[in-house]
């Protein structure tokens, strides 16, 4: 429930799903469950997420909605998005005292090494008092992008920016070429791989696949899975669609046993 949670909150704090897709299709419930045994069997471990502060509690007329005959709703709000609702992290009031916006820093500081963040705060906090090089547009802006681009402060290259960073090149498009038909052993077992993986992929049923980019995005590999949420906060979505590929592709690859590619 966590990991699909997370991953679904990604597109917006408050999230309604069919009780019976969201619980049997999901989560893995019984379908010969009728809806008040769902209902129960969902309760411990939504008050479990609540005591952790990753769910807003609601009142159970608030959490489950009847909708028609034999039809209801559930409802989840993500605990970050209640303003006031929890005790900010020390970094991340670091970040907002900097006028960095509060979901800005709470998602900083759930995606990136703390040692980054406060290296990039402390060099910014120099920056800052020294007054030396350009002046600085939007100082919360440059601060955070010198988080998402891990920047280095000490590049002299600084001084001929104009106060902007030095954005690092992104990461090649995931391109799906045919590979030509060639005496290539490599070659060839390469195409072979990926039509593998392409046929196993088309195969997947709506509900299959939602679990399976689930899971193939919990054991994605650090690198990915952070330029995939750095990409959805940016509101990049080609880029964030290239990543979610990547993704699929890899976890394909590890559950037919490919091999590295």
């Not at 939007?138 to 992008?145: E, Y």
């Not at 080609?238 to 699929?248: G, P, V």
Request: hydrophobic content about 35%; charged content about 35%; overall charge positive.
């Amino acid at each position: 429930m966590y990991r699909f949670l997370d991953r679904r909150f990604h597109f917006g704090s408050r999230q309604v799903f069919d009780l019976r897709a969201f619980a049997c299709e999901r989560i893995g419930f019984s379908r010969n469950a009728d809806n008040s045994e769902l209902r129960r069997s969902l309760d411990p471990p939504i008050r479990e997420l609540e005591s952790v502060g990753f769910l807003t509690p609601l009142a159970k007329e608030e959490r489950y909605r009847r909708v028609g005959r034999g039809s209801w709703e559930i409802v989840f709000l993500h605990e970050q998005a209640k303003s006031g609702s929890r005790t900010l992290h020390p970094l991340e009031e670091a970040l907002v005292a900097r006028r960095v916006k509060q979901q800005v820093a709470v998602s900083l500081v759930g995606t990136y090494p703390s040692t980054l963040i406060e290296e990039q705060i402390d060099a910014f906090d120099k920056r800052m008092r020294s007054g030396g090089g350009p002046p600085l547009k939007n100082p919360p802006g440059f601060l955070v992008k010198s988080i998402t681009d891990d920047f280095r402060w000490g590049n002299p290259a600084l001084a001929k920016s104009k106060g902007s960073l030095q954005v690092r090149t992104p990461p090649p498009k995931y391109h799906r070429k045919a590979i030509s038909q060639s005496d290539s052993k490599e070659g060839l077992q390469a195409k072979a791989d990926s039509d593998a993986i392409e046929d196993y992929l088309a195969k997947l049923s709506p509900e299959d696949r939602d679990l399976f980019e689930t899971k193939a995005l919990s054991e994605a590999e650090p690198l990915l899975r952070k330029g995939y949420r750095r990409s959805l906060e940016d509101g990049s979505e080609q880029l964030s669609r290239e990543y979610l590929d990547m993704i699929r592709r890899a976890h394909a690859r590890k559950i037919l046993r490919l091999g590295p590619r």
